[in-house]
Every structure is written in structure tokens, then in C-alpha cells.
């Protein structure tokens, strides 16, 4: 198959394109160029941290390719490799970590005010409004309250910057959009990461790790704006969609676990969230049914090499992997392996409670690496892991526990919607949104009452 049709098909079937057969887990491919793609549970588990064989495919992601003149020359972290990598990697975590105890009351706020300016009526734009919860749990927590960004300038700097198919022939033929409307709002966005309270405390961090200014400007940029808002926001999207599929009983099972940890510990704390184990597997479970392309990774092959791997039927195989060869890591199919996770096509929230829950988490490939595995500079675990995992636990704690809503029609996913970056296949709109249980928001976070019953 040519890299044009390659693409197509890519960008039409999206995941369907890959459908194993679960006998042969290298197989050879085209996603606008050839590659092999890697689909089983424990063959991507023995690649994706194979630094000795394999390293990133620097400035592509998936089908597509990075602009550089987006990024100003500066490789995103989770696409470089090496003494960069370890550099730009060691900054990020640092940032991330000093944000962190931040998380719960950010997110608290974020979710609370903005609910306030939501209203109980119809919600066409609730995917974007979810995403601004999003971004106003992350950002005041790394830059600082002082500093309003727009939600929709950072995607459309994000959707200019993964927009460009690798096809030369493709790029040609679909004449790709102008990248003046992303560099527009890269330029917005810049001036006011450099405008924001905390900007020269960062930079002091930059240049102890080895980063010139702009280095870590167009880091935190890419990094914070791509993987934690877009991302994170895109997958609070999908985890929405599968709450919404639970029954009215398991709903409340989770808003009971949730209640009581915020009453014993006063809000939204850390060690609220330490106690909302089913909350935990919910998140979880809604990241393994629908996880984002980021969860996808490019590798190339530095040597020739021979890769052992046991198949889906139990047979013990070997795949020869030549030098330079792309391997696509499609964890979207590794996480429905039925050899790890029984009924793989079912949304099954209680999956990660328990023991067998526990064992199942070192088979739980999300953030760009095994969920058990702590974030280094000698791995590509995202920066962020347990930032996005607070965050998320937190979003739903406030919403399952205080509010009610209907969606204007049952979410669905076909995996063929590469447009949908792993949300349903239909948008989520909202019929309805309402305040269920006011004495309750009264007693654990009075301040936001008024403002969130003056409408009702």
C-alpha cells in the first residue's frame, strides 16, 4: 500500500485499520509511511522502554508531523531521546511536582466556577467547556492565578501543531491549512506564559537544569499546553461519555465513596482523593476502554535486532526488526488483548479494585508507558502522570457527587474516528445539567453555594 493510501485509510478507519488477529503481533503496515505495528499487550510492554533498540521518532506523532516553525526548533519531550531528552524531561517533572500539591484545590476551584457560569439549559459546546475545566485545573497550578488563558487559543495552537500529514504526496493533494492561525495563537499564548507570576521562578528552574529561555518557554508550552489541557482534556471528554453509560446504582456507589472522603477531610485534599479507590478504577477503566492516540507511540528500530514475544493464541514467536524500521506501539488494541483483560470490548469500572485489580495495572499501558511505572528521565512516562490522575479523580468526585445531568443522546464509539482523538464517535451535548444535592455542596464547599443555586 502507497503512503497516500496509507493515510486515508489511517485517517478513515483510524483504529479499525489494525485489527489483530491476535495469532501475529508485528505486522506490516502504512500510516502514511510503512511501518510495523505492534498491537499485543506484551509485545508493546517489551518495546516501549527497548532504549537500547528503539528510540523516538523525533517531531512525529502517529500519521502526522510537528511543524517546527510551531515549536521554534524545540523537540516536544515525549518525542526526543537521549542527554535532550533527560534535560527537558528532568525540567518538566520538577515544574510538575512543585505544582502538584496545588492539584486538588485548583481542580475544586476550576470545576466549581465554572459550573456556576453553566446554567441548567441545553449544552451544544460542552466538550469545550469540559476542556476549560480542564485547563483552569492545570494552569493557575503551574503559572499561577494571575493569568487568564483561553482555552480555545491553546487548541488551535494544538491543532495546528499535529494537523501535518507525513505524505509528502498527501500534504500536497489535501493542501493542509495555513499554519498562520496556530502560530497566531502560539504567539498569544507565549506572551502570556512570559506575563504570568510565576514565569521567572520557572526560568530559574530552566537554567539549573541546563535550559536557555526559550528552550523552556516553548517546553512548558508544547508540553503543558499538548499533553496536559488537549490530552487531558480529550480524555476528561471520553471519561464523561462512559460515566454517563453506568446505571443510576453505580453512580451512586461512586458518589458515596466520594462524599464521605471530601466530608472526613474537609474538601477536596489529597488525602481525600488517597481514598476514592472506586473513583480511581472508574478513571482508569474509562482511560484503558478509550484511550487517546497519545497513548500511541513511534519508535525506530537503531539496530537490527530480533524481538521475542508470546502471541495472543500463547504461541512463542520472533519478529526481526531491521535498522531504522518504524514500529508503531498501538496500545489501543494492547489494551482490548483478551490474553490481559477479560471481556475487553466491555466498559467494566470496577476492573481495577481489589488485588486482581492491582495485578491488572502492570498491564495498563497509558501515559506513554506501564501505569505502574513512575515517571524518570530514562523513561517516556508522561511528566504529569500523577498530576492528570489527581485531576481527573477530582473532576469526577465534584460532579458525581453534587450534580445531575442527560445528555442530548447516548455517546457510542466505533474506532474509526481518528477526528474524535479516542472520544465517542458523537459529540457529548448536554440536555440538561443540574445542582442534585445542595445541602451536601453547602456543608463541603460553602463559599461556592450562592453563586451555583442564584439561577436555580
Known amino acids: 500500500m502507497g503512503n497516500v493510501l496509507g493515510t486515508i485509510e489511517y485517517l478513515t478507519t483510524y483504529n479499525k485499520t489494525f485489527t489483530p488477529n491476535r495469532e501475529e503481533d508485528f505486522v506490516e503496515c502504512n500510516v502514511g509511511v510503512p511501518c510495523r505495528v505492534v498491537t499485543g499487550n506484551k509485545a508493546v510492554q517489551s518495546l516501549i522502554y527497548d532504549y537500547d533498540r528503539f528510540k523516538k521518532e523525533e517531531f512525529k506523532f502517529a500519521a502526522v508531523m510537528v511543524p517546527e516553525e510551531l515549536t521554534e526548533g524545540v523537540c516536544p519531550s515525549a518525542l526526543s531521546n537521549g542527554k535532550f531528552h533527560e534535560k527537558h524531561k528532568g525540567f518538566l517533572m520538577e515544574v510538575i511536582s512543585k505544582a502538584y500539591g496545588e492539584i486538588p484545590a485548583s481542580t475544586a476551584r476550576s470545576v466549581l466556577s465554572n459550573v456556576s457560569q453553566w446554567g441548567r439549559g441545553p449544552m451544544d459546546d460542552f466538550e469545550s467547556k469540559l476542556m476549560a475545566v480542564m485547563a483552569d485545573a492545570l494552569l493557575p497550578a503551574i503559572y499561577g492565578e494571575s493569568t487568564p488563558f483561553d482555552t480555545k487559543e491553546i487548541e488551535r495552537y494544538i491543532s495546528g501543531a499535529t494537523s501535518k500529514p507525513k505524505s509528502r504526496i498527501l500534504q500536497v493533494l489535501t493542501s493542509w491549512r495555513s499554519l498562520d492561525e496556530a502560530q497566531s495563537a502560539k504567539e498569544s499564548i507565549v506572551g502570556k506564559i512570559k506575563t504570568s507570576e510565576r514565569y521567572q521562578q520557572l526560568m530559574d528552574l530552566a537554567k539549573s537544569h541546563g535550559l536557555g529561555e526559550k528552550e523552556a518557554t516553548m517546553q512548558l508550552l508544547i508540553s503543558i499546553?499538548?499533553?496536559?489541557?488537549?490530552?487531558?482534556?480529550?480524555?476528561?471528554?471520553?471519561?464523561?461519555?462512559?460515566?454517563?453509560?453506568?446505571?443510576?446504582?453505580?453512580?451512586?456507589?461512586?458518589?458515596?465513596?466520594?462524599?464521605?472522603?471530601?466530608r472526613k477531610h474537609g474538601g477536596l485534599t489529597r488525602e481525600a482523593l488517597q481514598e476514592m479507590p472506586k473513583v480511581e478504577s472508574f478513571v482508569l477503566e474509562a482511560l484503558r476502554f478509550s484511550p487517546s492516540p497519545g497513548t500511541a507511540s513511534n519508535v525506530l528500530a537503531t539496530r537490527p535486532s530480533t524481538i521475542q514475544y508470546?502471541?495472543?493464541?500463547?504461541?512463542?514467536?520472533?519478529?526481526?526488526?531491521?535498522?531504522?524500521?518504524?514500529?508503531?506501539?498501538?496500545?489501543?488494541?494492547?489494551?482490548?488483548?483478551?490474553?490481559?483483560?477479560?471481556?475487553?470490548?466491555?466498559?467494566?469500572?470496577?476492573?481495577?479494585?481489589?488485588?486482581?485489580?492491582?495485578?491488572?495495572?502492570?498491564?495498563?499501558?497509558?501515559?506513554?508507558?506501564?501505569?505502574?511505572?513512575?515517571?524518570?528521565?530514562?523513561?517516556?512516562?508522561?511528566?504529569?502522570?500523577?498530576?492528570?490522575?489527581s485531576v481527573f479523580k477530582g473532576i469526577f468526585a465534584i460532579l458525581v457527587t453534587f450534580f445531575g445531568w442527560e445528555l442530548q443522546e447516548a455517546p457510542f464509539w466505533t474506532g474509526t474516528k481518528v477526528v474524535r482523538l479516542g472520544r465517542p464517535d458523537n459529540e457529548v451535548k448536554i440536555k440538561s445539567f443540574s445542582l442534585q444535592h445542595p445541602e451536601d455542596l453547602k456543608e463541603i464547599f460553602p463559599s461556592y453555594f450562592d453563586d451555583i443555586t442564584r439561577d436555580s
Open 310 to 389: 508470546t502471541a495472543g493464541n500463547g504461541d512463542n514467536k520472533e519478529a526481526e526488526i531491521k535498522e531504522g524500521e518504524l514500529v508503531f506501539l498501538l496500545t489501543y488494541w494492547a489494551l482490548r488483548d483478551p490474553a490481559v483483560f477479560d471481556k475487553p470490548g466491555e466498559f467494566v469500572w470496577r476492573r481495577f479494585l481489589g488485588p486482581e485489580g492491582e495485578a491488572r495495572r502492570e498491564n495498563h499501558l497509558i501515559f506513554n508507558g506501564r501505569f505502574v511505572d513512575a515517571p524518570a528521565v530514562t523513561n517516556h512516562m508522561c511528566a504529569g502522570k500523577n498530576v492528570a490522575l
Open 225 to 262: 499546553s499538548l499533553n496536559g489541557v488537549v490530552g487531558s482534556g480529550t480524555n476528561l471528554v471520553s471519561a464523561f461519555a462512559c460515566l454517563d453509560t453506568l446505571s443510576a446504582q453505580d453512580k451512586g456507589e461512586l458518589r458515596e465513596e466520594a462524599l464521605a472522603a471530601m
